[in-house]
């Protein structure tokens, strides 16, 4: 395919509109946000944020999913052995055991939504002095994206092979 004029202008343009201006307005409208209490409380809460998710999301992945998964095989266990037993003392103490483990199941399964949801809480504390000048920020963004797919839709129907001698 050959690279025309026209096809360059618009990779640069595409470019230009879906990384430059938004880095850009995110830089002038928070590279400078002032020494407030909430904006050096939004600098180091943002972040604090960010690597909060991620730090629990890797002790889910190593802990919380593998509790879960052992608490889960021994409750069908405990359950396929209870549809078995003929003994009331043993199908006693198998109920309270399943009792137990549906308690501990129920508990790590609500881990995650509750922990999320706090942290969306802190997030809106957060951010609910920042909303405003994120909202236009983040218009102010979407109308970039729109400029850079219009140059990008341009730039995939400028075709010209390259052994076309003539433009037509």
């Known amino acids: 395919m050959k690279w025309t004029k026209k096809k360059i202008v618009y990779n640069v343009l595409q470019l230009v509109f879906y990384g430059v201006v938004p880095l850009a307005l995110v830089f002038l409208t928070y590279g400078s946000i002032g020494h407030t209490a909430q904006a050096v409380g939004f600098k180091i809460a943002a972040p604090g944020i960010i690597l909060t998710v991620i730090v629990f999301l890797c002790f889910k992945k190593?802990?919380?999913?593998?509790?879960?998964?052992?608490?889960?095989e021994r409750l069908n266990a405990?359950?396929?052995?209870?549809?078995?037993?003929?003994?009331?003392?043993?199908?006693?103490?198998?109920?309270?055991?399943?009792?137990?483990?549906g308690t501990t199941e129920v508990l790590l399964n609500s881990v995650v939504p509750i922990l999320l949801t706090v942290l969306g809480i802190v997030t809106c504390k957060v951010l609910e002095s920042q909303l405003l000048r994120l909202s236009g920020t983040l218009g102010f963004i979407l109308l970039s994206l729109i400029f850079g797919t219009v140059f990008a839709v341009l730039d995939a129907r400028e075709v010209k092979s390259k052994y076309m001698g003539v433009n037509q």
């Open 62 to 72: 190593l802990f919380i999913s593998k509790k879960l998964a052992d608490a889960h």
């Open 78 to 101: 405990h359950r396929a052995s209870l549809e078995v037993k003929t003994d009331v003392c043993e199908i006693s103490n198998i109920e309270k055991v399943i009792k137990n483990l």
